[in-house]
């Protein structure tokens, strides 16, 4: 049985890493860091968009809402998932 905030906090603590992470290579590889989200989004020349914005504003924001966004989908996944198993 799954306990009703482990994959919440699994999912958000997941994404928060991989937050830092990701943003440490953005800093240290901004141009192969430009090219891999380009290829993410199926080639959409994302040049034209300016430079990264690395300020601790946005790092502080991003990593916010992304955290708290993946507990929310935990939370609705361990949802979904006990009422497919009844």
Not at 40 to 59: C, D, P, V, Y
Request: glycine share 6%; charged share 10%; net charge positive.
């Amino acid at each position: 049985m799954i306990k009703k905030y482990s994959i919440p906090n699994a999912l958000a603590a997941t994404t928060a890493i991989v937050y830092v992470i990701c943003r440490a290579l953005v800093g240290l590889f901004p141009d192969a860091s430009f090219a891999v989200a380009q290829s993410l989004f199926h080639g959409i020349e994302l040049s034209q968009l300016g430079a990264w914005n690395l300020t601790a504003q946005s790092f502080v924001l991003g990593i916010i809402s992304s955290t708290v966004t993946a507990w929310v989908i935990g939370y609705i996944f361990v949802a979904v998932h006990k009422a497919f198993s009844k």
